[in-house]
Structures are given as C-alpha cells and as structure tokens.
C-alpha cells in the first residue's frame, strides 16, 4: 500500500504535543529533540525522557495504540525535522512491515530501560549523587551548564529551593561557580564521585 506521509518542521521551544492533545500520528525524527516532561498540579514538573532521531516517544505509542490523549507535554529542545505518518497508515504498516515493527518494538523496550533508570535515580539514589549526574549530562564542550534552577529541578524531579540549596553546597566545595542561568563545572573528577555514590 502507499504510505503518505507528512513533512514535519518545528522551531525551538515548540510544543509538539499537550495533555489532552489528540495524536496526529507517528513522529520519525530525523533531527532535533524533543524534552517529554509530565507535571502534577501543585506545578512540579519531571522531566521523563528525550526523543532523539530513531527513537520512539511512548507517549505517542500509547495515544496510537490506545487512542487516547496525550498525558504529557513535548517541547522541542531544538528546531526539529522529521515526517509524520498518520494513525492508520502507522497501524498499517505496524501489521504489514516486520522490520518496522521490530524496530519499533525494540526501541519501545529501551525506553522502559529509561523510565527503569528514571524510577531508580528518583526513589533509591541519593539527590547529590542525581544532582551530580544531571550536570555532568548536560554540560557543553567548556564543562558549562546553561540551565535554571528552575530547568534543574524540572530535570532532577525535586523543588527549586532544594536544587538551589544544593548548589550553593557544591559551590562551597569548590565543585562549580553559579552564574545567572549559567554554572561553570570547575570539578568534574569531584562531581564524578558524587555522581557515583549511590547511597
């Protein structure tokens, strides 16, 4: 059958999708990112996972094969490109295309590996050492952070004030030096350490 897709281009900072949002169809990213991060009522906000060129985002797989709404939002972290293939010709393609579906199969399995590692670093490892981690993950080729305190709760699913906190200790240990939406990461070996205790 002939599959039609649809182009797909969207500026930084886009939301891609909303709760309560119907799904449009597959997204196959072939540049970009996309941040899918889940927020309660009281504000607080978690950061999930990342859809990157040749994952799949289950939330989209969920909506597709429950035909439900979206349950959590999806911000482009950079512009982004990509197709789109409508609800029907996914199925479709789901039934008909083995290497299709074993890909997708096997990209879904690794993303509950990621959700399995969200769930460990949240309930079993300790805020420092999921502090540590975050930074080391997100700093550039100059061991720069370009992130809020606000964007580091967001990542680390804990509160401002506590990330804030935090910070300030690691500061006081000679770990950082805390800009205005900036932290330099003047101990990697150190922050290295940290991020390896899991206590």
């Known amino acids: 059958m002939s599959i039609r897709t649809r182009r797909l281009s969207l500026p930084k900072g886009a939301v891609v999708f909303a709760p309560g949002d119907p799904c449009p169809g597959f997204v196959q990213l072939e ?18 996972y ?7 985002c ?6 597709l094969i429950n035909d439900a709404p979206y349950r959590a939002e999806g ?15 996914f199925h479709a393609r789901l ?10 199969f096997s990209s879904v399995a690794r993303r509950f590996g990621d959700f399995e590692q969200l769930v460990e670093d949240v309930a079993l490892i300790g805020f ?8 080391l993950r997100l700093r550039d080729g100059d061991d720069r ?19 804030s906190r935090r910070l300030a200790d690691f500061a006081r240990q000679g770990l950082l030096v805390p800009g205005r939406g900036w932290i ?11 991020a390896a205790d899991a206590r």
């Open 31 to 48: 540049t970009g990112t996309i941040r899918v991060s889940l927020a309660a009522e009281n504000g607080r906000e978690v950061v999930l």
């Open 50 to 56: 990342r859809v990157q060129a040749g994952d799949v």
């Open 58 to 63: 289950l939330q989209t797989f969920s909506c």
């Open 75 to 89: 911000v482009a972290e950079t512009d982004l490109t990509g197709t789109l293939l409508p609800p029907e010709a």
């Open 95 to 104: 039934g008909e295309d083995a290497t299709f579906r074993a890909a997708i």
């Open 128 to 135: 420092d050492a999921r502090l540590a981690r975050t930074l």
């Open 145 to 163: 952070v370009t992130a809020t305190h606000d964007r580091l709760a967001t990542e680390t699913a804990s509160g401002r004030a506590f990330v």
């Open 184 to 194: 330099d990461l003047t101990d990697i070996a150190g922050l290295e350490r940290i």
